[in-house]
């Protein structure tokens, strides 16, 4: 059975850089497009962008555009959300999910990465 | 890009009353939309998609419908369980906006 699976809670400072992953087992990532949501505390769900890890195809919300990096290993099966520089209001939980660009919904969920930014 | 509406952004009802959550488009869109179920602390759940196909698993008293800018999910006999915030979103070209979520509770 499909499963993503996502790396640990983090606990940084501002300013310091952060690389999450999801991990997809089940078959193969790069037939399939994962995508990156947030949940800021108490919040709804915001879509970040998505990635095509079989040419690195990527697509970014006009919000998260140059603040964060999206990027996948198909070798690995892994996608990545990466932040160069965290602020405190990156703190939220962010979910990957399978989807695409040619009309799929998002069938699959990772369980969630807390990321929480505090000095 | 196209924004997602949802309405109401709570509702209280009985256990057993029919509730129905709208979602707008700001413009006509095509029929990929999806409702998701998130209960809390949990992940998101796929309940519909193409606007009115009940996902594998997902209970008949779930419904979708519409078209163009307006999209609606039906809970035909609310149950205890169906306590969740609801959210839709447009799935076809980027951005896949989701809606700002309605909240369900029992009354």
Redesign the interface.
Same mark, same amino acid.
């Given at each position: 059975e499909l499963q993503l699976v996502q790396s640990g809670a983090e606990v940084k400072e501002p300013g310091e850089s952060l690389k999450i992953s999801c991990k997809k087992s089940g078959y193969s990532l790069s037939t399939d497009h994962i995508?990156w949501?947030r949940q800021m505390p108490g919040k709804?769900?915001?879509?970040m +962008?998505?990635i095509y890890p079989g040419d690195s195809d990527t697509?970014?919300?006009?919000s998260f555009q140059g603040q964060v990096t999206i990027s996948a290993d198909k070798s690995i099966n892994t996608a990545y959300l990466q932040w160069s520089s965290l602020k405190a209001s990156d703190t939220a939980i962010y979910?990957c999910?399978r989807?695409?660009?040619a009309?799929?919904?998002?069938?699959y969920? +990772?369980?969630?990465t807390q990321v929480t930014v505090s000095s | 890009d196209i924004q997602m509406t949802q309405s109401p952004s709570s509702l209280s009802a009985s256990v057993g009353d029919r509730v129905t959550i709208t979602c707008r488009a700001s413009q006509g869109m095509s029929n990929y939309l999806a409702w998701y179920q998130q209960k809390p602390g949990k992940v998101p759940k796929l309940l519909i998609y193409a606007a009115s196909t009940l996902q594998s698993g997902v209970p008949s008293r779930f419904s979708g419908s519409g078209s163009g800018t307006d999209f609606t999910l039906t809970i035909s006999s609310l149950q205890p369980e169906d306590v969740a915030t609801y959210y839709c979103q447009k799935y076809n070209s980027a951005p896949h906006t989701f809606g700002q979520g309605t909240k369900v509770e029992i009354k």
């Open positions: 995508a949501v709804g769900l915001e879509w +962008g998505i697509r970014y919300s006009p979910f999910a989807g695409s660009l009309g799929m919904a998002y069938d969920w +990772g369980q969630g | -």
